[in-house]
C-alpha cells in the first residue's frame, strides 16, 4: 500500500518561505515520477510541480514557475517543494502524489 505523508505547512506572509516534505512508503520510490499538487477551497486541483524518476526533468505551473523547485531524495525515498515569493493565492492544500495515488495534504496559508 503506498503511503505518502505531507509536512511542512503553515501560515506564512507574503514573499515568505516554506519547504514542503512528502515521506514516502509502500513503492520503490526512485521508480516512479512524484507530483505536487494543490487544491483551494471552490478552486480546481493544480499540478503545482512534477519530478521524473530518474533523469532529473521537472515541470512547473506557470503560477509557481521562478519561485517554487521540487527535488527529490531517492535514499530516504522523500519529495520536497521548496516554495519561495509565496503570495496569497498559492494558499491551499498541498499534497504529494504518486500517479492518481494523493496522500494527506499539509496546509499552506499565505497572508497578505
Known amino acids: 500500500e503506498v503511503q505518502l505523508q505531507a509536512s511542512g505547512g503553515g501560515l506564512v506572509q507574503a514573499g515568505g518561505s516554506l519547504r514542503l516534505s512528502c515521506a514516502v512508503s509502500?513503492?520503490?520510490?526512485?521508480?516512479?515520477?512524484m507530483s505536487w499538487i494543490r487544491q483551494a477551497p471552490g478552486k480546481e486541483r493544480e499540478v503545482v510541480s512534477c519530478?521524473?524518476?530518474?533523469?532529473?526533468?521537472?515541470y512547473y505551473a506557470d503560477s509557481v514557475k521562478g519561485r517554487f523547485t521540487i527535488s527529490r531524495d531517492d535514499a530516504k525515498d522523500m519529495l520536497y517543494l521548496q516554495m519561495n515569493s509565496l503570495k496569497p493565492e498559492d494558499s491551499a492544500v498541498y499534497y504529494c502524489?504518486?500517479?492518481?495515488?494523493r496522500g494527506q495534504g499539509t496546509l499552506v496559508t499565505v497572508s497578505s
Open positions: 502524489a504518486n500517479g492518481a495515488t
Open positions: 509502500g513503492i520503490t520510490f526512485d521508480d516512479y515520477a
Open positions: 519530478t521524473s524518476k530518474s533523469d532529473g526533468q521537472t
